[in-house]
């Protein structure tokens, strides 16, 4: 794996709506592997690879990740803040951020010493709104560099562990290095269909992008990537796992807004299969992914699944995926790409 890459990959900010740094990165990346490269008004980025038939395959990965956007900031410097996706408020504690102005600035994600809390408050769930960011500065410090609706992500460096790859914004920043990783395994490679790989914004404030892009494309076929639950650590229960690391890549058949394109299902398994390439299935029925709308949003529909990146301790402030399951993936990608002209579509199959 080019851990050089994925490093710059996860660590590059893109709150949603503010995706340029990830955005002009991958347009650097992607350029001389493909034919066309193109961004739409909402800065979704597609690139094209001709194929030898007029079908075309759409594949998506989401730009950008979990942030935070300024709101307020008070009489004594301190910054007051909304959310840009979900996030599990009791993993901020102390946890450092960097406030994007006009100038990056590293804060602290600040909350009442447990030392003055009451009983009650000791026991309460902490809230976002229990947090505020400190940037060790004054007002007039800070009013130099920040300002209402200025985006915030986390500040984390990409390690490795083991046989894993822990970081921020491994939702999604993985699937977009597997599909950066897959354009660049293919670039000699003949494709049987013209495909549209296309990095989305706005993913995790509701799938805006894709919708768009989605439409644009019109496809025939379309495979999402995204991450997916990993709950196989002490105290999960067998049927809360969802996925686990090490067990392969998983492919998609529910989650709370799809149900995947049985033919898709049925076509990856078996691309899956025929490679000998280690796969898990995936049911996840809370929460989202952009193949909802890479399945509905074509003006016929589009026959559309997803390969999922099992990740523990997703949407919060470290996420942490297998390499196997990451090379899996690539793999899984790379032959359904081109083994597309192999497989019957109709209904009665």
């Not at 990165?25 to 001709?50: S, T, W, Y």
């Not at 589009?302 to 099992?310: D, E, L, M, V």
Request: aromatic share 6%.
């Amino acid at each position: 794996m080019n851990i050089e890459r994925l490093k710059a990959i996860c660590e590059a900010p893109g709150a949603p709506g503010f995706e340029d740094r990830i955005r002009n990165l991958v347009l650097r990346e992607i350029k001389p592997f493909v034919d066309e490269i193109a961004i739409d008004a909402m800065g979704n980025v597609h690139a094209l690879r001709k194929g030898e038939a007029s079908r075309k395959v759409l594949v998506t990965a989401h730009m950008d990740e979990i942030s935070f956007i300024v709101t307020h900031i008070d009489e004594d410097g301190f910054l007051r803040f909304h959310t840009l996706g979900g996030f599990d408020p009791k993993t901020l504690t102390s946890q450092r951020v960097i406030v994007h102005g006009r100038k990056d600035l590293i804060g602290v994600m600040g909350s009442k010493p447990i030392h003055l809390m009451t009983a009650e408050e000791r026991n309460k769930v902490v809230q976002i709104q229990d947090y505020f960011i400190d940037l060790g500065m004054t007002r007039e410090e800070v009013i130099r560099y920040v300002e209402v609706g200025n985006p915030v992500t986390r500040e984390r460096t990409t390690i490795e562990m083991g046989d894993c790859i822990n970081a921020k914004s491994l939702d999604n920043r993985i699937s977009v290095f597997i599909l950066i990783e897959t354009l660049i395994a293919l670039k000699d490679t003949p494709l049987p269909y013209d495909l549209a790989a296309v990095f989305t914004v706005q993913e995790e404030v509701g799938l805006r992008g894709a919708m768009v892009s989605a439409h644009a494309v019109d496809a025939d076929f379309g495979i999402n990537l995204d991450t997916t639950i990993a709950f196989d650590v002490p105290g999960s229960k067998s049927h809360e796992v969802i996925t686990s690391l090490g067990k392969g890549t998983a492919i998609k058949i529910l989650d709370g807004s799809v149900i995947c394109d049985q033919r898709m299902v049925r076509y990856l398994k078996a691309t899956a299969d025929k490679h000998h390439i280690t796969w898990q299935p995936e049911i996840l029925t809370a929460g989202g992914t952009d193949t909802a709308y890479v399945q509905r949003m074509g003006k016929k529909g589009t026959i559309a699944g997803a390969i999922s990146i099992p990740t523990r301790h997703i949407h919060q402030v470290i996420e942490m995926v297998h390499k196997q399951d990451v090379r899996n993936s690539i793999e899984l990608l790379k032959h359904a790409i081109l083994d597309f002209p192999t497989f019957a579509w109709g209904w009665d199959e």
